[in-house]
């Protein structure tokens, strides 16, 4: 076993030890401008640098947290005193990463469908970024369900995407997080997205094992399966975690060391009590850890209280780190929704 192969497996098994998961904050500047607005908060690069200074320096933060994904501007900004943000997260104990795809675009020939953009010059780019002190990437792919989509033809581009980018990740020596997000926008039925998820992962793994991807140095970060959020039937908790997990039963090998599950629109509190039922139910009979790579789910709640008034920093990082808590309890299958009135009471 090489030196490379070994750090890649170290790495990703850290990522998702001690019941602790990711925190993604990683919005290309469209969709955090987008944000922004809705917050009320002037888009500039002095808010967005405020804003992830208020989450990287977050006491305690390193507690329910083992690793940070950040953007290209992220990575290279500083905290107002001076201080890089890589080294706020690796004095925290955190794990540092980056978002290196280029976003999505329209699969030619395909209506309604997209692909990811971003492997052009993707090598030279790994290199800069891990020299800057990354240790993991992340990729995201994402699958409309609609009539007659996701085609096959979408499927198997995307997939093919996802293995080239996660072997140059690996080539690079750094951990790749594979990101096929099956859209929660729709009217689609609890069976119908479990149909589409399994079809996606199987197609997904079929390529990182012919791209010769090292399954023990890669986590997968699917999206729960769920009813369409315009589905006339939502279901329990229940439903969901069994759904979620027969369905990675039936695709994702077990080497892999775990699956942190992005919230894909979910609210934070049913982002958290969906990931405690399934680690309640599961945790000791699926071979990979279940943990969490949540953005909005736990920041979103600080973002709404900073509104970028220095005067709300502190509120909104108790509520930043009590949100991540959660999250952790939730790995553990201790997840209760007396935490949240716990803290509404505070």
Known sequence: MTMKTQQLKDVARKLVADTKGLLAMDESLPTIGKRFEKAGIPDTEETRRSYRELI????GLGEPISGVILFDETIRQKTKTGTSFIEVINEAG??????????????????????TE?????????????Q???????????????ENIPSQGCIEANAFVLARYAALCQEAGLVPIVEPEVLLEGSHS?????????????????????????????????SMVLPGKDSPQQESDDK???????CLMHTVPAAIPGIVFLSGGQSPELASARLNRMNLRYRNTVPWALSFSYARAI????????KGKEENVSRAQKTLLHRALCNKSA?????KQSMEEMKQQA
């Open 240 to 246: 969901i975690a069994e759904a979620t997990v027969n």
């Open 299 to 306: 920041h979103q709640p600080a973002m709404d209280i900073w």
């Open 94 to 115: 955190i794990i540092p990463g980056i978002k290196v795809d280029k976003g999505t675009v329209d699969l030619a020939g395909f209506a309604g469908e997209k692909i």
């Open 331 to 335: 790995r553990s299958g201790e997840y």
């Open 132 to 146: 800057m002190g990354s240790l993991f990437a992340k990729w995201r792919a994402v699958f409309n369900v609609g």
């Open 118 to 130: 971003g492997l052009d010059g993707l090598t030279e780019r790994l290199h800069e970024y891990s």
């Open 56 to 59: 990287l320096t977050t006491l």
């Open 190 to 222: 609890l069976k119908r997205c479990a149909e589409v998820t399994e079809e996606v992962l199987h197609q997904v793994f079929r390529q990182l094992h012919l791209m010769r991807v090292i399954p023990e140095g890669m986590l997968l970060k699917p």
